[in-house]
């Protein structure tokens, strides 16, 4: 989970490790305007990072702890190219602050284009999946059985309502 806020405000995401150096993958959206960071692992261990880059255009962005918990490694990056639809999918990350969830799903459809939310661009081959994806996984990992992450789990469509439709999308990998 990503705690993130500046002083006045708080709000919390998610992520996945990309490295044993301790880059973390997330959403622009997660950390855009904080002013603090703070990565609390799923053993409760929590560290101090800071925004390696981001890129508003892709809604992706990188930040870094100094040192990892022992436990705690990088997920395998899978392949876009190999998603199909009807694939099963787990969606991992912090809904509504609920840490350690995960959900499960198939992939509903690929090549979907999303509006980046910061700029004009639109992020192409998204992935859409029926996996329950609600505020606070954004920045999480989507993964295929095998274990590899084949999107960033990043936007939903709810009709208006205030409540998650079964349509969510995540950024594809091979844009990581």
């Known amino acids: 989970s990503i705690d993130v806020g500046p002083s006045n405000q708080s709000g919390a995401g998610s992520g996945f490790i990309l490295s044993d150096t301790g880059h973390i993958v997330t ?17 409760g261990t929590q560290a101090e990072a800071e925004i390696i880059g981001t890129d508003d255009d892709s809604d992706l962005a990188v ?4 040192q990892l918990p022992e436990d705690v490694h990088p997920l395998p990056l899978g392949d876009v190219g190999e998603v199909n639809v009807g694939d099963w999918v ?3 990350g912090n809904p509504f602050g609920l840490n350690s969830s995960m959900s499960i799903g198939i992939i509903s459809a ?11 661009f639109s992020i192409p081959e998204a992935i859409q999946t029926d996996a329950a994806i609600n ?16 999107g960033v789990n990043a936007q939903i469509a709810t009709g208006g309502q205030q409540a998650n439709a079964g349509v969510g999308f995540a950024i594809p990998v091979n844009i990581v």
């Open 110 to 120: 690929i090549g979907r284009t999303i509006p980046s939310g910061a700029t004009l």
């Open 63 to 66: 930040i870094k702890v100094e």
């Open 135 to 150: 505020p606070g996984n954004s920045g999480g990992p989507l993964m295929n059985l095998a274990g590899q992450v084949i």
């Open 90 to 92: 787990v969606a991992i």
């Open 27 to 43: 959403n622009n959206h997660v950390v855009a305007n904080a002013d603090l960071l703070i990565v609390i692992f799923h053993d």
